[in-house]
């Protein structure tokens, strides 16, 4: 079943009295449960087509296809549906609330997506926590944490929803080997059991290549990935 279509995306921003053109005639189609990567260097348009994608930001022109609807003819309350139902992200940085503990955090999806929690969100918060290493940290605030383990918290909140999509952002961007390795592998049985579709994007090569299916992206553009080797 194929799960995203883009169609000649672009996304123009007015700087300056100039135009610059952030995505520039985007196509792209993603299977459900595929693990998809595109590799790009910083200003290739990578965020700015996952925020697209997340129903974050519009584009100027194109379509975008999420299991056959148009996001973009859904009215405000219908897009955030979209988005707090559907959708996982796992931006480049933690983005966590400093006045929550990562157990808080985590349940801020929850809270925002229905009127009450569920009776099983706490237990699914601390279930997700150990999942990514960080049991012990349930009670400790973004202060009290290393960058990496912030990270890994912003990393188990993305899957609180129950997402059929991940969008990855440069997910790894600042943990360690080992951790990025974890983090991975988390990423991989997620979608190998759950059948999660993935999208990430990075300018990591190696981290890239761990996808089943690979693009590129430059100057606004996708296209087929093409190894260098």
């Known amino acids: 079943m194929t799960q995203i279509v883009l169609e000649g995306v672009t996304k123009t921003y007015g700087v300056g009295g100039t135009e610059l053109q952030a ?11 595929e693990f998809v990567s595109i590799i790009g260097h910083s200003g290739s348009g ?37 988005r707090c139902g559907k959708i996982g992200f796992v931006f480049q940085f933690a983005s966590l609330l400093p006045m929550l503990t990562a157990k808080e955090n985590l349940l801020l999806p929850v809270a925002f997506h229905r009127q009450s929690l569920p009776a099983r969100a706490e237990e699914k918060a601390l279930e997700l ?30 899957f609180m929803n129950d ?19 974890e983090v991975m592998r988390i990423f991989a049985a997620m979608n190998e059991k759950k059948g999660i579709t993935f999208l990430l994007v990075t300018h990591n090569s190696e981290l890239a290549g761990q996808a089943k299916r ?16």
């Open 23 to 33: 995505v520039n005639g985007a196509s792209l189609r993603v299977e459900k449960g």
């Open 129 to 158: 926590l150990d999942l990514v290493g960080l049991a012990g940290k349930a009670d400790a605030r973004p202060s009290q944490m290393s960058g990496g383990q912030q990270r890994r918290v912003a990393i188990a909140r993305a």
């Open 214 to 229: 690979r693009f590129s992206m430059s100057n606004g553009s996708i296209g087929e990935f093409r190894s260098s080797s």
């Open 163 to 181: 997402p059929v999509l991940i969008l990855a952002d440069e997910p790894t961007g600042d943990l360690d080997e080992e951790t990025e390795a």
């Open 46 to 82: 990578k965020t700015t087509l996952l925020s697209i994608l997340g129903g974050i930001l519009r584009p100027t022109s194109g379509r975008v296809f999420f299991e056959g609807d148009d996001i973009y003819s859904y009215d405000s309350d219908r897009l955030s549906e979209y």
